[in-house]
């Protein structure tokens, strides 16, 4: 597969995770174990030099989904340990912190 297809599946899904998850207070942890495991595995096949390009963005998206499933799961559940390994920067302060301008805004 493509490197850009790549890079948009994985963006996609962590998009999807981010918006399935917000604002829940009863998740299935099934769905989200094959879930996150799929993204952290998709994660690893990217070189250091690639996830550099996006990993602002990555951490924004997983980020705002740690902040929704850290009140239902808990801090240190294995799922939110799994997500916080994509992230290198600080976690968004909550799941509604939009606050960085898109690449495409003006």
């Avoid at 998850?21 to 998709?42: I, M, P, Q, R, S």
Wanted: aromatic share 12%.
């Amino acid at each position: 597969m493509h490197i850009y297809r790549q890079i948009y599946e994985f963006a996609a899904s962590a998009g999807a995770l981010e918006g399935y998850v917000y604002g829940k207070d009863k998740l299935n942890e099934l769905v989200l174990e094959k879930w996150c495991d799929n993204l952290l595995g998709a994660y690893g096949l990217f070189t250091p030099e690639v996830r550099a390009e996006w990993q602002p963005a990555c951490d924004g998206t997983l980020g705002r989904a740690i902040r929704s499933l850290a009140p239902v799961l808990g801090e240190k559940h294995e799922l939110i340990e799994k997500l916080q390994s994509m992230i290198s920067g600080p976690l968004p302060e909550s799941a509604d912190d939009f606050h960085k301008k898109k690449w495409f805004q003006k």
